[in-house]
């Protein structure tokens, strides 16, 4: 009993050195979403099959391949406009556009164009032209393709194999 008063009293005569009052400060703004991203959206793949090399000497890319991003739950009182930017290793070669993972471009880069009306090239890093939003669901629809370097066609080094290209994704509401 002795000991426990012992600890008490000494626990007492220490400094308060332990407590410091508002040594964190937490703050933040928690702002509300025009829009939800489908689940369907969170993870595109674009599946290109067996390209022949031969044919990006006669032409210089694919025809471009549809994928939407899905938009719901939009309430246009929030944000009646949105832009996508596209992130990722920009190619050299063929600025905007986007090199395979491994580092090794093989001659060739990925694009990614507007799929409605007259197709504008989005370039990597950069916002996209505005997409109008409507109230409810939204289809954002794009293409994606696959164009070779002007050096590569005018050399005929096109490598073959398989090829991965990796980007992200980031949704604006301007």
Request: negative net charge; hydrophobic residues 40%; aromatic residues 10%.
């Amino acid at each position: 009993m002795k000991r426990l008063f012992y600890y008490l009293a000494l626990t007492m005569l220490m400094p308060s050195a332990f407590a410091i009052e508002n040594n964190v400060q937490i703050s933040g703004q928690l702002v509300a979403e025009p829009c939800t991203l489908s689940t369907d959206s969170s993870a595109i793949t674009l599946d290109f099959g067996n390209l022949v090399s031969k044919y990006f000497y006669q032409t210089s890319r694919t025809p471009g391949e549809p994928f939407a991003i899905v938009l719901t739950e939009c309430d246009t009182s929030l944000g009646n406009s949105a832009t996508v930017t596209f992130k990722g290793t920009e190619s050299v070669a063929l600025p905007g556009l986007l090199v395979p993972d491994d580092g090794d471009t093989h001659g060739i880069a990925f694009g990614i164009e507007t799929d409605e009306g007259s197709p504008q090239p989005l370039a990597l890093n950069q916002p996209s032209p505005v997409f109008a939003l409507a109230n409810g669901t939204n289809t954002l629809a794009l293409r994606g393709y696959v164009q070779a370097e002007p050096d590569a066609i005018a050399a005929q080094s096109l490598t073959a194999g398989p090829f991965i290209a990796t980007a992200t994704f980031q949704i604006d509401y301007p």
